[in-house]
């Protein structure tokens, strides 16, 4: 069974560029979520897409966009960067919206923003 | 606004003691509560989850779920150095969107 892999693990932009994470859930996981987890705090959550529909939003601004294709893989857009954005990206996967059902997270995207 | 607190620490505890962490919630609509454990520079990796209230054990770990109080505990038995890690308390509601704290730093001291 193929866990979570997301690319690429680190990656260096500047202010006001664009960047796009991907991800590849888990197999038989039609559920993705991303956080963006700052230094020192935990996960917040970011957006949710079940079935390549988005399925929730946290409080995050609409330049923080996110796809997800037929095979359940997703990305994650975020437009004019700002040194704030910089933290972990962290895509989970789940086998569906049930709230009984844990998240399972891949290694990250570590962002900087200089 | 759904908010999940926790004691940062840093919380130190001599090996083999039990280690206790715990957190409140706000929002009455979670389902469910989960404790992660994240190591330094690495992803968030389950260690339980609880979504009745009382008490709930796997191995050295005990969760306790109290609803009326809107709080939930994490117990570590016979605590290891391999245990000292951030330990991040979760709400989860019906869509499965997770609602996190900003952890607990444990340390077990050899």
């Known amino acids: 069974e193929t866990g979570v892999t997301q690319s690429p693990t680190h990656l260096i932009k500047t202010r006001g560029q664009q960047v796009t994470l991907r991800c590849s859930s888990q197999?038989?996981?039609?559920?993705v979520s991303w956080y963006q987890q700052a230094l020192g705090q935990g996960p917040q959550f970011i957006f949710q897409?079940?079935?390549?529909?988005?399925?929730g939003r946290g409080n995050f601004p609409p330049r923080f966009s996110g796809l997800q294709f037929p095979n359940y893989s997703s990305e994650l857009n975020v437009n004019a960067l700002e040194l704030d954005d910089s933290a972990l990206y962290l895509c989970?996967?789940?086998?569906?919206?049930?709230?009984?059902?844990?998240?399972?997270f891949g290694e990250g995207s570590r962002l900087t923003v200089l | 606004q759904k908010e999940v607190e926790q004691n940062s620490g840093p919380l130190s505890v001599p090996e083999g003691a039990i280690a206790s962490l715990n957190c409140t919630y706000s929002?009455?609509?979670?389902?469910?509560f989960f404790w992660y454990r994240q190591y330094s520079g690495k992803s968030p990796e389950l260690i339980m989850f609880i979504y009745s209230n009382g008490d709930k054990e796997d191995g050295r770990f005990t969760a306790q779920l109290n609803k009326a109080s809107q709080y939930v505990s994490l117990l570590i038995r016979d605590s290891q150095p391999s245990d000292s890690a951030t330990y991040l308390c979760a709400g989860a509601n019906t869509g499965n969107q997770f609602y996190f704290g900003t952890g607990t730093s444990l340390t077990v001291i050899p």
């Open positions: 897409y079940y079935r390549e529909e988005e399925n």
């Open positions: 989970a996967s789940s086998p569906g919206r049930a709230a009984t059902g844990e998240l399972f």
């Open positions: 929002d009455r609509g979670s389902q469910s």
């Open positions: 197999s038989g996981h039609n559920t």
